[in-house]
């Protein structure tokens, strides 16, 4: 089994004349945390776009676990294992914990969009989806409906249904925007005890996330790499210094 699990080879995209991807070489590591961070703009969240085809590239390859999925279906991607998560909060706020889980599960069953079957078809389930809530520390909110959950346990809840879906790759796309201190903490703690065993690349900002969990980081700028390493290398890299400017460039240099 290869060490590297995901890989682009000068991945491209251009919208009319404007390069928001411009010839990124990125390689993720089995069993890594990868960070991929970037001023506002750097182009963050069209690579993720691209890798889970929401986005065609213009240019380029995607190699997944041997494979070149860069013109397959999004849906291919996601049964090969490349799973993501999304900058705003996508749970069903009226069904309960437990319920949002199991329609991640429902997967296994192939009935998914069988909404007319019966409570008793969806029984096999229940089990694993609580050891899921037990996993992300959501247990013993189960049976509450998710309006009524914080926005960080709402954040861990879409990290249960990602694991739902028995992810080979975990995209976390800003797993952390809009927390406060102790939601931040928590889903910090929350990515790093997950990861364990699997494959993670995530887009943040916050660099006291990055600093603590992140094994490799690449650092994006106009849409091309500009740096990359683990935190030590990055932060005290001139030309990443200069590239997040102001306040930004302390927090790199103050955090580690």
Known sequence: MSPILLQTQHLTKAFKGFTAVNGVNLTVRRGTIHALIGPNGAGKTTCFNLLTKFLEPSDGRILFDGHDITREAPADIARRGVIRSFQISAVFPHLTVLENVRLGLQRQLGTTYHFWRSEASLRPLHARALELLDEVGLAPFANETCVNLSYGRKRALEIATTLAMDPVLMLLDEPTQGMGHEDVHRVTELIRRVAVGRTVLMVEHNMN????????????????????????????????????????????????
């Open 209 to 256: 996330v990055v600093s603590t969990i992140a094994d490799t980081i690449t650092v994006l700028q106009r849409g091309a790499v500009l740096a990359e390493g683990n935190y030590a290398d990055v932060s005290t890299n001139p030309a990443v210094l200069e590239a997040y400017m102001g306040s930004e460039a302390t927090s790199l240099q103050g955090v580690h």
